[in-house]
């Protein structure tokens, strides 16, 4: 059974997980490594949804405010002997949740385009081509994309 928890950069299993991470996207981004890590720093990130599977931590991501109307996904991961089973969704959909109960208009992300899982993820979750924001303008290997939220009704509305 998979359940959610919403937390903060300081929850070990989020760490753990964010380890497997970094090691996992430096075989994939090769050269290009040292440039994305810069950006992938947890410092600053509060909120965090980490995803379980019978007690054990399987799954992670993030959200950091990226301006006014919107937050960054940072930090997506699932382990590989859970993988596409739907967890990342799971994950993703919790965040954009987190993120539209803040007030956020808009989650955008940057992915590399050898990260071609990602890239079907996030499209399959309803993420639009972008074209490359901040740090990335220019970087080849970089693709953004950005998702309108549904932001929670109020009583008002």
């Known amino acids: 059974m998979i359940t959610l928890k919403r937390t903060d950069a300081s929850n070990l299993d989020f760490k753990k997980l964010v380890q497997f991470l970094d ?7 090769g050269d290009d490594h040292s440039f ?3 950006y992938n720093k947890t410092d600053h990130i509060k909120s965090v949804v980490v995803a379980y599977n019978n007690g054990q931590a399987v799954g992670c ?6 301006d006014n109307e919107s937050t960054e996904v940072k930090r997506m991961y699932v382990d590989n002997s859970v993988r596409n089973k739907g ?4 994950v993703l959909k919790e965040l954009e949740n987190w993120a539209s109960e803040l007030g956020y208009k808009f989650t955008v992300l940057e992915t590399g385009l050898r990260q071609q899982d990602a890239i079907a ?3 399959k979750n309803g993420y639009q081509v ?4 901040g740090q990335y303008i220019g970087v080849d290997n970089s693709r953004c994309f950005q998702k309108e939220l549904n932001l929670p009704k109020t009583k008002n509305s």
Request: glycine residues 4%.
């Open 23 to 29: 090691i996992e996207l430096a075989i994939i981004d």
């Open 36 to 38: 994305y890590a810069q």
């Open 61 to 66: 991501g993030a959200i950091k405010e990226f």
């Open 87 to 90: 967890i990342a969704s799971l």
């Open 121 to 123: 993820l996030y499209q």
């Open 130 to 133: 972008i074209p490359n924001y």
